[in-house]
């Protein structure tokens, strides 16, 4: 089975600060894809960043970046520069893969940042 | 705008009243999904439809139908509705052949069964 764990059910962080948020998974797959999602107030899934499996190089998107060690299965996220906006759930998920050629999103439970002034 | 269209946005219902929940996309893409969001579960995916006419379940299909006639929209059918179906429910959408750009996402349905 293919499982997506977050251990840190809540975090806070500081305006302006910088904060990693932990993700863990397992699978057998060799090529795959991961994904980190934020879902603010208003309950809307958001794409913040994404890795594939087979690149080394780790994903950047502002100021959003994954630190991705294949060997380890981690895909950790860091924001730089939190602001009072990025206050969200946030998820990692991991694109699993149906026998039929369908896919899932295989979500881990969350972890809740908040970000303070 | 590309964006995937649910409703209603919240729906309170009684157990055994059939109801319906609408997506419909304007992005063109193939591959369609339903997803329920639960405290301390995350997301889980329900349904999905890989094209017109192609739908296989998911990892929590009890107790819901869907149907794909067209490709922009992929509705949700709860048939006797249940207080365990009591969730948030999202729509989301993505190409096909660009697995890597994961999914598109609806605003979501708050569904209550009493």
């Known amino acids: 089975a293919q499982t997506v764990t977050q251990s840190q059910p809540e975090m806070s962080v500081q305006e302006a600060e910088t904060v990693t948020l932990s993700c863990t998974y397992d699978t057998s797959e060799s090529n795959y894809y991961l994904f980190w999602y934020k879902q603010p107030p208003s309950r809307q899934m958001i794409l913040v960043i994404r890795?594939?499996?087979?690149?080394?190089q780790n994903a950047t998107e502002n100021r959003f970046s994954v630190n991705f060690q294949k060997a380890a299965k981690s895909f950790s996220l860091k924001i730089s520069d939190s602001q009072l906006g990025d206050t969200a759930m946030y998820f990692c998920?991991?694109?699993?893969?149906?026998?039929?050629?369908?896919?899932?999103?295989?979500f881990g439970k969350g972890t809740s940042l908040l970000v303070t002034p | 705008e590309a964006q995937v269209t649910q409703n209603p946005r919240y729906l309170i219902t009684v157990t055994g009243k059939k109801l319906t929940v609408t997506c419909s996309q304007n992005?063109?893409?193939?591959?369609m999904s339903w997803y329920r969001q639960d405290p301390g579960l995350g997301l889980r995916q329900i349904y999905y439809s890989m094209n017109v006419e192609v739908t296989d379940k998911g990892d929590v299909p009890e107790g819901y139908k869907v149907s794909r006639k067209e490709k922009r929209n992929f509705p949700l059918i709860l048939e006797s509705p249940s207080p365990n179906q009591t969730s948030l429910y999202f729509c989301?959408?993505?190409?096909?052949?660009?697995?890597?750009?994961?999914?598109?996402f609806g605003s979501g349905t708050r569904l209550t069964v009493v």
């Open positions: 890795q594939e499996a087979y690149k080394q």
């Open positions: 992005m063109n893409h193939e591959y």
């Open positions: 989301a959408s993505r190409p096909t052949a660009w697995v890597r750009y994961g999914y598109t």
């Open positions: 998920a991991f694109m699993k893969a149906y026998s039929n050629s369908g896919y899932a999103l295989n």
